[in-house]
Nanobody
Framework: QVQLVESGGGLVQAGGSLRLSCVAFGSIFSGSAMGWYRQTPGKQRELVASISTGGSTDYADSVKDRFTISRDNAKNTVYLQMNSLKPEDTAVYYC??????????????WGQGTQVTVSS
């Protein structure tokens, strides 16, 4: 079973930056595409960034040019660097792992979520 543990959320002013981290335990991390999702109350969870095992990345239009996803296979860790944060980025952010090398369908495993709050 895979366990994903996120950290790095918090409260930041608009225009500021945060870096989220997600460590994967109990999996072949290097063989898994990874993603960061976010969810606000009453809305569906949305994929904001993903990275394949080969390092190819994809972003939601709302975060393009502001967020950067990266991975360190030696540390079994995926990161989400968030710059120029806006109040509308406020959400619970979830790390997710796929059983495929590229994003395909739904994730197989989820982290517990970390709150990001951006004040105006």
């Amino acid at each position: 079973q895979v366990q994903l543990v996120e950290s790095g959320g918090g409260l930041v002013q608009a225009g500021g930056s945060l870096r989220l981290s997600c460590v994967a335990f109990g999996s072949i991390f290097s063989g898994s595409a990874m993603g960061w999702y976010r969810q606000t109350p009453g809305k569906q969870r949305e994929l904001v960034a993903s990275i394949s095992t080969g390092g190819s990345t994809d972003y939601a239009d709302s975060v393009k040019d502001r967020f950067t996803i990266s991975r360190d296979n030696a540390k079994n860790t995926v990161y989400l660097q968030m710059n120029s944060l806006k109040p509308e980025d406020t959400a619970v952010y979830y790390c997710a792992a796929f059983r495929t090398r590229v994003v395909d369908g739904s994730p197989s495993d989820w982290g517990q979520g970390t709150q990001v709050t951006v004040s105006s």
